[in-house]
Antibody, heavy 121, light 108 residues
């Protein structure tokens, strides 16, 4: 059973960098055919896709966030990470990591429980 | 960016009734790239349907998905108490991936 767990600071100051890590168990992030996503949900709102990392560290980002986002991986720890720079209050959200089974019918089949990040001084 | 518009915003029904949720795309989406998720308060979204009509592992057969092009729907044949939640459609056929704004299914 694949499990994902987000970790990182719950409070970030405006203009600073938000850094989160997703630890994956029950499966390797090196496995071909899976994309490792970050998705966020503003309080009481819908879901916003941030981006993903996949095979050999290739990444793909939401154009609306691309200038501020970096997703990276540490295969030795079976983790992938999110960095979001120059944060503002608008970045306050519940951040999820999720596995996407890619291929002919892609789907986000496993999700972490989410971590709430508040941007405030 | 493909905008997904879900309707209704809120649906009030009783257990045992049938629910039909709609997801309309601003441009055509291949049915292979349309999924539905259920989210309960305090929980992460859970995959229900992928490829527009395939049920995810462990999802009861009272859940069914259909549609093509720009119009997709999720049906729940006989509502159980645990089905009352928020439902999201999502497309991954075009970047960026996008989600609908959600339909809240509440007990009448």
């Amino acid at each position: 059973q694949v499990q994902l767990q987000e970790s990182g600071p719950g409070l970030v100051k405006p203009s600073q960098t938000l850094s989160l890590t997703c630890t994956v168990s029950g499966g390797s992030i090196n496995t071909v055919g899976y994309y490792w996503n970050w998705i966020r949900q503003h309080p009481g709102k819908g879901l916003e896709w941030i981006g993903y990392i996949y095979y050999s560290g290739r990444t793909y980002y939401n154009p609306s966030l691309k200038s501020r986002v970096t997703i990276s991986e540490d295969t030795s720890k079976n983790q992938f990470s999110l960095k979001l720079t120059s944060v503002t209050a608008a970045d306050t959200a519940l951040y999820y990591c999720a596995r996407e089974e890619a291929g002919a019918t892609p789907r986000l089949d496993y999700w972490g429980q989410g971590i709430l990040v508040t941007v405030s001084s | 960016e493909i905008v997904l518009t879900q309707s209704p915003g809120t649906l009030s029904l009783s257990p045992g009734e049938r629910a039909t949720l709609s997801c309309r795309a601003s441009q055509s989406v291949s049915s292979s790239y349309l999924a539905w998720y259920q989210q309960k308060p305090g929980q992460a979204p859970r995959l229900l349907i992928y490829g527009a009509s395939s049920r995810a592992t462990g999802i009861p057969d009272r859940f069914s998905g259909s549609g093509s092009g720009t119009d997709f729907s999720l049906a729940i044949s006989r509502l159980e108490p645990e089905d009352f939640a928020v439902y999201y459609c999502q497309q991954s056929g075009s970047s960026p991936y996008t989600f609908g704004q959600g339909t809240k299914l509440q007990i009448k």
